[in-house]
């Protein structure tokens, strides 16, 4: 075994069920380096963490963590080798504090009595050692903002004294200027020691912080290169295993009629006086700082949130939508933020998710056409998936986010809200996605994209909209899309 590598897992192979997840694929990391997995949904990249974690069982294959064998690889035996893994949600108590959050397996262990003032000793060092030592360590975990949250899973991680941290999709949820924090930190963590293995779609992030990247592809090990050896083009085309010319497609969608126009809606907290438009075939972008209020206002017309004031006026009549039913049969679609919790059924086939919607409106079911339907469906947006009556969480978060987005290919729809549609999803899947928006345009469907993705808002769409504290600060059209406007707009410049 080489003792440079601190992490070494050779041959891994697994498999669920008939589908083969992982195929002899290797993954070796240096002491000390920031490490990135990179590869497209599907591709077996978080499977690979949970077999490093101890989540899942290996099949075939070894793991070596600082030259010793992890013979047994169970949670538990992982983090006292030194492995933890920060995951997309979070493994926190929310109604305990910050310091019991980071030392809560120490809680289980400590017998009756507990010292409750060196605990929140300790989580305030923890806190100050990566500089977030203004967090409250009697604070409850519930209480703080999503970034914070993960602030305190990193401490409750270099608690357990961990060697190597892994981050899955870490600023998924995040602003750009909380981002940046993240990516501060990380280096930080770098320069005392620690090793880092960073999965993340956002390419961006890879080339600023890390030393090396390796890729997967259909679950197999295509290739590890230095991080300033490769282009972004380059580690594309590794990831899909085909050169993709441009990102976004070229709109050649006609603008026709008004289909949906606001005027000064109001909700009774955030929303005040908000009005725009937007007409058949147009991709109208939604930009803004998290909590800006773009999807609260979205929420009103789709009827899951009730209004206080203003009008929505569908194909010239105005409408009062109370329900997301009744917005369904209009033709209005809503994709949530969040697939997981609003967008999908995770414990119901892949079938049923797809036909959810379409099927609200038949009296009776003929099973084989559905099924037949829902393959012809799920081919059009290349979806990997086992069997249609596999368990929607049964897929990669890029799959996932293909088939809550096919239940509105099922239906008629005439305006579709699109809300951060490419979140947590590989760069070939994203093209796919924007090409669907822009056939969906072409067929004369509205179309409103919320997006935090800057580079999104200007490549897609024919005009954006500003949105902060609950109102509009400015209504770009195409050529004044920059990322400079954007930014200004959002933070009140």
């Not at 697939?339 to 059924?345: A, E, F, I, N, V």
């Given at each position: 075994m080489d003792s440079k590598y601190i992490v070494e897992m050779n041959h891994i192979s697994k498999h669920f069920g008939g589908v083969q997840a992982l195929n002899d694929v290797q993954l070796k990391v240096q002491k000390g380096e920031i490490h990135a997995l990179i590869g497209e949904n599907g591709a077996g990249k978080s499977t690979l963490m949970k077999i490093l974690a101890g989540a899942y069982a290996k099949d075939t294959g070894t793991i070596v963590i600082d030259g010793q064998e992890a013979k047994t690889a169970t949670p538990k035996a992982m983090i006292d080798m030194g492995v933890s893994v920060i995951y997309q949600e979070f493994m926190l108590a929310p109604d305990l504090t910050v310091a019991e959050n980071i030392y809560i397996d120490k809680l289980s262990n400590s017998g009756i009595f507990i010292n409750w003032k060196k605990m929140r000793k300790d989580a305030q060092r923890e806190l100050e050692k990566i500089g977030f030592g203004h967090i409250d360590p009697n604070k409850k975990v519930g209480e703080l903002s999503v970034a914070y949250q993960q602030i305190i899973e990193i401490c409750k991680c270099l608690a357990k004294n961990s060697k190597v941290l892994v981050f899955d999709e870490p600023t998924a949820v995040l602003t750009h200027s909380e981002t940046q924090k993240l990516l501060e930190l990380i280096k930080k963590l770098q320069a005392q020691g620690v090793t880092i293995v960073y999965i993340s779609h956002r390419l961006e992030e890879l080339f600023a912080i890390s030393d090396k990247i390796t890729v997967l592809k259909d679950g197999k090990y295509v290739d590890t290169v230095a991080t300033k050896s490769i282009t972004k083009e380059q580690l594309v085309t590794m990831m899909v295993g085909r050169e993709i010319q441009t990102l976004f497609p070229e709109r050649h969608a006609a603008i026709g009629q008004e289909v949906l126009r606001v005027e000064n809606l109001s909700t009774e907290e955030l929303i005040r006086d908000v009005s725009f438009s937007v007409q058949a075939g147009e991709v109208v972008g939604f930009s803004g700082l998290v909590g800006s209020g773009r999807t609260e206002t979205m929420r009103v017309i789709f009827g899951a949130s009730?209004?206080?004031?203003?009008?929505?006026?569908?194909?010239?009549?105005?409408?009062?939508?109370?329900?997301?039913?009744?917005?369904?049969?209009?033709?209005?679609?809503?994709?949530?933020?969040?697939?997981?919790?609003?967008?999908?059924?995770l414990k119901q086939s892949i079938r049923i998710n797809t036909t959810m919607v379409s099927n609200q409106s038949n009296g009776w079911i003929a099973h084989v056409k559905e099924k037949e339907e829902v393959a012809t469906l799920l081919a059009r947006i290349n979806t990997k998936y086992g069997s249609t009556e596999d368990l929607a969480d049964s897929l990669s978060g890029g799959n996932q986010q293909k088939i809550a987005l096919a239940k509105w290919l099922a239906i008629d729809t005439k305006l579709i809200i699109l809300d951060e549609p490419t979140r947590g999803v590989d760069v070939g899947a994203k093209t796919e996605i924007y090409k669907l928006i822009n056939d969906l345009a072409e067929k004369g469907v509205a179309i409103i994209v919320i997006s935090s993705e800057m580079p999104e808002i200007i490549g897609l769409c024919d005009r954006a909209i500003v949105m902060r504290e609950g109102q509009i600060t400015g209504n770009l059209e195409k050529e004044f899309l920059t990322e400079n406007n954007l930014i200004k707009l959002a933070m009140g410049v």
């Open positions: 009730p209004k206080k004031n203003g009008k929505i006026i569908y194909f010239g009549n105005e409408i009062n939508v109370k329900s997301p039913k009744q917005a369904i049969k209009l033709g209005i679609g809503l994709l949530p933020e969040d697939r997981k919790k609003q967008g999908l059924l």
